[in-house]
């Protein structure tokens, strides 16, 4: 949205759509071969028509952001 005040909006393909315990709804996203992952309600979810593959952006707000250096391909010595 052109009135919004994010600054960080990047294009993103969702690759995986995870139903939570507690009714959201994890969002993993990979904007070139980063990983991004997210946590939405299951309503966003169906009112945004989340779908594998989907192309999306990704809009990042805050002074915080959290690093996962959880490997996403296996790692050879």
Same mark, same amino acid.
């Given at each position: #949205? @052109?009135? &919004?005040?994010? +600054? %960080?909006?990047? *294009? #993103?393909?969702?690759? !995986?759509?995870? *139903?939570?315990?507690?009714? =959201?709804?994890? $969002? ?5 071969? !980063?990983?991004?992952? #997210?946590?939405? &309600?299951?309503? &966003?979810?169906?009112?945004? &028509? +989340?779908?594998?593959?989907?192309? $999306?952006? =990704? !809009?990042?707000?805050?002074?915080? #952001?959290?690093?996962? %250096?959880? *490997? @996403?391909?296996? !790692?050879?010595?």
């Amino acid at each position: #949205a @052109t009135d &919004s005040s994010i +600054l %960080n909006i990047l *294009p #993103a393909t969702i690759r !995986q759509l995870t *139903p939570t315990s507690d009714g =959201a709804c994890a $969002v993993t996203l990979t904007v070139g071969e !980063q990983v991004l992952r #997210a946590l939405v &309600s299951a309503y &966003s979810a169906k009112n945004l &028509s +989340l779908t594998i593959g989907k192309q $999306v952006y =990704a !809009q990042i707000k805050g002074t915080i #952001a959290l690093a996962d %250096n959880t *490997p @996403t391909k296996p !790692q050879h010595d």
